[in-house]
């Protein structure tokens, strides 16, 4: 089965980014966990990886599941351990010149094509005045204007991820992970997850491992959760959370699609 969409350019990145750490098929299938020509498959775009592939490959390269989503900046490969970079923060009274004037911290943001392929990638500059809550934040410049009147709506969407927006990744084993953050943030991973009927985590029936703090929350349907060497079975409104590092899996054993919200969130020391 070939991918299509947000799954289609998954391959492109990962050869990139394999290609600047100077890794063969074989180093990198070695360093993730899994065959040379199953990276080579994922990298032609001729198989949608399973999750365990996608993390044993993510930890392998150093990279966040954001690259992989197509969210950071397509021209640039991310540097080894992205994660432990900081966003910027802005709290405290705000701070003005002598004339009153506030003084701005800003941002700038690089907004990707959603994978419906209703726009192009748009980059966004924010701020806030000095020292004050980023919820203050104000649209400077879309696309290098600043904005006025309808344009300001597209730059809304610099905190708000509408659902038709959404990018995806299709997984091999029944599995699509939706995004649920509208721009980059390497500090945690936050989706939603579709379990088709009879769709799993991870299509080896392996379970996987990664770094963090994972949570889950099922929303519709009945989850079966492998974490160790026990089952837990959660129904809509249950919800888990637990070190990732413990061997785990997901499993729909239903005819029903399943949803759940899934959150890692990621070590940044």
Request: charged content about 25%; overall charge negative; hydrophobic content about 35%.
């Amino acid at each position: 089965m070939k991918p299509e969409g947000e799954s289609a350019g998954l391959g492109g990145r990962l050869r990139r980014v394999r290609a600047e750490r100077g890794l063969s098929l074989r180093e990198l299938g070695r360093l993730a966990g899994c065959s040379a020509s199953l990276i080579s498959q994922v990298e032609r775009g001729q198989t949608a990886p399973s999750a365990g592939v996608i993390y044993g490959i993510a930890n392998a390269l150093e990279i966040s599941l954001d690259y992989l989503f197509g969210v950071a900046d397509s021209d640039e490969v991310p540097a080894p351990a992205a994660r432990g970079a900081k966003a910027p923060h802005i709290a405290g009274a705000p701070h003005t010149d002598e004339d009153g004037t506030p003084r701005f911290v800003t941002a700038t943001a690089t907004i990707g094509a959603p994978a419906n392929g209703s726009g192009p990638a748009r980059t966004v500059r924010i701020g806030a005045p000095e020292g004050r809550e980023t919820v203050g934040t104000s649209v400077l410049e879309v696309d290098g204007t600043a904005p006025t009147g309808p344009a300001l709506e597209p730059a809304a969407e610099t905190i708000v991820q509408r659902r038709g927006r959404r990018r995806t990744i299709d997984l091999a084993s029944g599995v699509r992970w939706e995004r649920l953050t509208p721009l980059q943030d390497a500090r945690v991973d936050f989706l939603e997850v579709v379990y088709a009927p009879y769709g799993r985590s991870t299509d080896t029936r392996c379970p996987i491992r990664h770094d963090g703090r994972e949570y889950q929350l099922v929303l519709m349907g009945t989850l079966h959760a492998d974490v160790g060497f026990e089952t837990y079975v959660l129904e809509a409104g249950d919800s888990l959370a637990f070190d990732p590092a413990t061997p785990h899996q997901y499993r729909n054993m239903t005819g029903e699609e399943v949803r759940a919200i899934s959150v890692v969130v990621h070590h940044t020391d």
